[in-house]
């Protein structure tokens, strides 16, 4: 059963980077056709897709966030990371790791758990 | 970007009634090239993340009751639950996966009558 876990500060600085990061659990990250992706949930609002990176390294990300935003895997912890910089009291969210199905399936058919995510001085 | 909007944004139906929720894409989402429709649905309940309903438009993921189904072509989608239960009060989003950036519709919450 593959499972995702996130970890990385709850509250960052205006100006700063925001960095979190997903371990993959039950499945290898650098195997399969999969998009390891971040997604955020403003409160009280709906779904963004951040961007994902791909086993390859490629990434692919949300233009509206493209000039601040790295995602990077890291295939010996089996993990990956978002890097987000000079974030601004917009981007407090709920903070989500997900696995994209890729091109055979579609949707994101696993989740971590959310981390919440406040920018505040 | 695509733009996804789902209607309405919120649905009161009683136990064991249909609900039926929609889902429109701003450009097609079928790719002739394999026949199918880049289309998802998520359940999201309080406290926890989306868990994935339905992909391909219409094919349901594994474990996932079979009230549930996805219908719909090109442009225009629907989500129906057959007979609504206690635990399917939640918001549903749809989701295109056609191009990037995928994009998201704004949700539709679900309760009970």
């Known amino acids: 059963q593959v499972q995702l876990h996130q970890s990385g500060p709850g509250l960052v600085k205006p100006s700063q980077t925001l960095s979190l990061t997903c371990t993959v659990s039950?499945?290898?990250?650098?195997?399969?056709?999969?998009?390891w992706a971040w997604i955020r949930q403003p409160p009280g609002k709906g779904l963004e897709w951040i961007g994902f990176?791909?086993?390859?390294?490629?990434?692919y990300y949300n233009p509206s966030l493209k000039s601040r935003v790295i995602i990077s895997l890291d295939t010996t912890r089996n993990q990956f990371s978002l890097n987000l910089n000079s974030v601004t009291a917009a981007d407090t969210a709920l903070y989500y790791c997900?696995?994209?199905?890729?091109?055979?399936?579609?949707?994101?058919?696993?989740w971590g758990q959310g981390t919440v995510v406040t920018v505040s001085s | 970007d695509i733009v996804m909007t789902q209607s309405p944004d919120s649905l009161a139906v009683s136990l064991g009634e249909r609900a039926t929720i929609s889902c429109r894409s701003s450009?097609?989402?079928?790719?002739?090239?394999?026949?199918?429709?880049?289309l998802a649905w998520y359940q999201q309940k309080p406290g926890q993340p989306p868990k994935l309903l339905i992909y391909?438009?219409?094919t349901r993921e594994s474990g996932v009751p079979d009230r549930f189904s996805g219908s719909g072509s090109g442009t225009d989608f629907t989500l129906t639950i057959s007979s609504l239960q206690a635990e399917d009060v939640a918001v549903y989003y749809c989701?295109?996966?056609?191009?990037?950036?995928?994009?998201f519709g704004g949700g539709t919450q679900v309760e009970i009558k």
């Open positions: 997900a696995r994209d199905q890729g091109t055979n399936y579609g949707g994101f058919d696993y």
């Open positions: 039950g499945g290898s990250i650098s195997s399969g056709d999969y998009y």
């Open positions: 990176i791909y086993n390859n390294g490629n990434t």
């Open positions: 450009q097609s989402i079928f790719y002739n090239s394999n026949n199918k429709n880049y």
């Open positions: 391909w438009a219409s």
């Open positions: 989701q295109q996966y056609y191009s990037t950036p995928l994009t």
